[in-house]
Nanobody
Framework: IRLAESGGRLVQVGDSLRLSCAAS????????MGWFLQPPGKDREFVAT????????YYAESVKGRFTISRDGAKNTVYLQMNSLRPEDTTVYYC?????????????????WGQGTQVTVSS
């Protein structure tokens, strides 16, 4: 399965942005989709994950209440709605697939990473 992120761009503090992650083929029961961020020179950090059905979501504490993960099964696409953006949200965001137990929260539990999309929040 191949993943392609899109939607990253330059925005202002307080703006909203929606990232998309399109999968090359349908995912199935047992496939969780997740979003990570990776600051320069650092490891990838968990942001959010969602089950195949979309019935369950899980967030990092740092984004809870500001970011929302969702998926459209018909389009094989997962979204990350980002609200009230801050300068510290500036980095590259990646999506990936996991078949591990719920909720998968580390990068080691994911595979099939996309190429990433850059989000820049300007003050």
């Amino acid at each position: 399965i191949r993943l392609a992120e899109s939607g990253g761009r330059l925005v202002q503090v307080g703006d909203s942005l929606r990232l998309s992650c399109a999968a090359s083929e349908p995912t199935f029961s047992g496939h969780q989709m997740g979003w990570f961020l990776q600051p320069p020179g650092k490891d990838r950090e968990f942001v959010a994950t969602i089950t195949w059905s979309g019935s369950k979501t899980y967030y990092a504490e740092s984004v809870k209440g500001r970011f929302t993960i969702s998926r459209d099964g018909a389009k094989n696409t997962v979204y990350l709605q980002m609200n009230s953006l801050r300068p510290e949200d500036t980095t590259v965001y990646y999506c990936a697939v996991s078949t591990r137990l719920w909720p998968p929260r580390t990068s080691r539990e994911y595979s099939s990473w996309g190429q990433g999309t850059q989000v820049t929040v300007s003050s």
